[in-house]
């Protein structure tokens, strides 16, 4: 049912971009039927799904059709609103996720406020499992955490993240996601929340693992290189890089 849900998501995207008429021609659907879909009235069989998935990835480059939404300022900065605000991007982002990790085993899902919980939110609803939030804060009725302080490169300041102790447990396997990475140190910082937590059981079993790091947009190189380390225990995955 998701996947078949995922297909009509990707199948609104190629109706913004052609007309009926066009995907009539492009996907051999009539008009009628593509509209059905779209609005959401009746799903496709999930052999119809795979059949127009398959079909739909030649003719809507998601990659490309997300770099299209990010606006650029003078400075080389970019707006990401379109990207964690946009539902049915949103949706389509989470099922490729889903379908990056297949086969990996994933108990939590952690990400740092706020602008990676929206498809933080969508991935741990498709895989069903607990969304864990780091915050720069302690929560009052929460009275123990665990925490990572680092200093963002070029800031005097040290900035702590925190998360409830309870929050993840030993056996836990964890997918870390976040919407952009320029630096890394969000990334590695929530990494080694994991890590150390690992670390100090005497049985290295016992501890949670890391299922992999997942962002939708990575800016240049310099993070790959805060993170090779890590990169070394979990596969990193990003969606578009510029």
Not at 17 to 46: A, D, F, M, N, W
Not at 83 to 101: C, G, H, P, Q
Not at 118 to 123: D, Q
Not at 206 to 224: H, N, Q, R, Y
Request: glycine share 4%.
């Amino acid at each position: 049912m998701k996947y078949r849900m995922m297909v009509t998501e990707l199948l609104k995207v190629a109706s913004k971009k052609y007309k009926y008429q066009e995907l009539k021609e492009l996907l051999g659907l009539s008009p009628p039927i593509l509209s059905r879909y779209t609005r959401g009235h009746v799903l496709p069989s999930y052999s119809r799904a795979q059949w127009l998935y398959e079909r739909l990835l030649k003719i809507v480059n998601i990659k490309e059709e997300l770099r299209k939404l990010l606006k650029f300022d003078e400075e080389g900065y970019f707006d990401n609103t379109p990207l964690v605000s946009d539902i049915t991007w949103l949706k389509l982002m989470a099922n490729y996720v889903v379908e990056r990790f297949a086969g990996a085993r994933v108990t939590k899902i952690l990400t740092a406020a706020v602008d990676g919980i929206p498809i933080s939110t969508m991935v741990a609803s498709l895989l069903d499992v607990d969304l864990v939030i780091a915050k720069e804060s302690r929560e009052v009725g929460v009275d123990k955490f665990l925490e990572e302080t680092y200093i963002p490169k070029g800031l005097a300041v040290r900035r702590t993240l925190y998360i409830p102790r309870t929050a993840i447990k030993p056996r836990d396997s964890v997918l870390i996601i976040d919407d952009v990475v320029r630096t890394g140190e969000t990334l590695k910082a929530l990494a080694d929340m994991v890590l150390k937590m690992k670390a100090r059981k005497k049985d290295k079993r016992a501890g949670p693992d890391l299922a992999g790091i997942f962002v939708i947009v990575s800016v240049g190189d310099e993070w790959k290189e805060l993170l090779e380390e890590i990169a070394g225990v979990c596969p990193i995955e990003t969606l578009i890089q510029v």
